[in-house]
């Protein structure tokens, strides 16, 4: 069974930077797509962003475009989410997913595996 174990949230200053980090613990993980997605409270889970298993092809969440860069690192079972000039509303907990397939998506529901969670608060 894989097990996604992310790190790196915390609380940062509106304009702030944080990177997460999502580890798997199959080599599995080399040749699936992965994904970031938050949940604020009372929100649904959203999606933030795709990477496929390569990480030759990204997709993102308008609302974080040009400010959040999914990458990976296969080699270490690792996926980052960089993110920058953050707002309070990216305030969320968010997760990591991996799906079981090599290609991309935005719908949740196609992610097979997914972690606990890690906590980023931005204040104003």
């Known amino acids: 069974q894989e097990q996604l174990v992310e790190s790196g949230g915390g609380l940062v200053q509106a304009g702030g930077s944080l990177r997460l980090s999502c580890t798997a613990s199959?080599?599995?993980?080399?040749?699936?797509?992965m994904g970031w997605f938050r949940q604020a409270p009372g929100k649904e889970r959203e999606f933030v962003a795709t990477?496929?298993?390569?990480?030759?092809?990204?997709y993102y969440a308008d609302s974080v475009k040009g400010r959040f860069t999914i990458s990976r690192h296969n080699a270490k079972n690792t996926v980052y989410l960089q993110m920058s000039n953050l707002k309070p509303e990216d305030t969320a907990l968010y997760y990591c997913?991996?799906?079981?397939?090599?290609?991309?998506?935005?719908?949740?529901?196609?992610?097979?595996?997914w972690g606990q969670g890690t906590q980023v608060t931005v204040s104003s």
């Open positions: 997913a991996e799906r079981s397939t090599s290609r991309e998506s935005v719908n949740r529901d196609e992610y097979v595996y």
């Open positions: 199959s080599r599995l993980f080399s040749s699936h797509a």
């Open positions: 990477i496929n298993w390569g990480g030759g092809s990204t």
